[in-house]
């Protein structure tokens, strides 16, 4: 399968690295080249505790069978004033089957790097990238309600709570991306 090259996006103070299969093949198998792979320095404690080994199948499962969607999965590394970088955490969004329109985001820092506004900065940006594929109308995200940190994230994006999560004693939040038509706006068809 050939795959494009997709950018890394820029923020102020971070790069968000597209993931590709050879990164995540690397990372899965424990041969140490991944820090070599995205050029960044990974720390000891990686990854973060919200990567789990499924995910990596998950991951590559998305990008075989959707590989428009290269370029939504991110390693988040930090901008050092010494040009260097460091992976501190990962970001992604997937859509289902069922709602090719939705895009679910998540996001996961490492702890020594929580609290310090980088998944807020890492998540708008990945909206942002997001919301230039016409194809995706709303982004959600899910969390629990026992994580006040996330649901700060999720407003600080423009998220607003939209009830009950898929898994149970989870909660939704959502981000419309295209205004809505009104049904008088609406062009008929004929």
Not at 29 to 58: K, Q
Not at 64 to 77: A, F, M
Not at 119 to 127: C, F, K, P
Not at 132 to 160: L, N, Q, W, Y
Request: aromatic letters at 8%; a negative charge.
């Amino acid at each position: 399968m050939l795959l494009r090259f997709v950018d890394d996006i820029a923020t102020s103070r971070l790069s968000l690295i597209s993931i590709t299969p050879e990164m995540l093949r690397a990372e899965q198998a424990g041969e140490g080249r991944l820090g070599e792979l995205i050029r960044c320095v990974v720390p000891t404690n990686w990854p973060h505790e919200n990567w789990e080994p499924h995910v990596y199948d998950f991951m590559l499962t998305q990008l075989k069978e959707h590989p428009d969607q290269l370029g939504w999965q991110r390693y988040v590394g930090l901008v050092c004033p010494d040009g260097f970088r460091t992976l501190i955490g990962s970001l992604g969004a997937f859509t289902k089957a069922d709602r090719p329109s939705e895009c679910e985001i998540g996001y996961g820092m490492l702890p020594q790097f929580e609290g310090r506004g980088f998944a807020t900065e890492g998540a708008r940006a990945l909206i942002e990238y997001l919301r230039e594929d016409e194809r995706i109308e709303s982004v959600i995200a899910h969390t629990f309600p026992s994580i006040p940190a996330s649901i700060r994230v999720m407003e600080k994006c423009g998220m607003v709570f939209d009830g009950d999560g898929e898994e149970a004693g989870t909660v939704r939040y959502r981000l419309p991306l295209r205004p809505l038509l009104r049904a008088e706006q609406q062009i008929p068809a004929g």
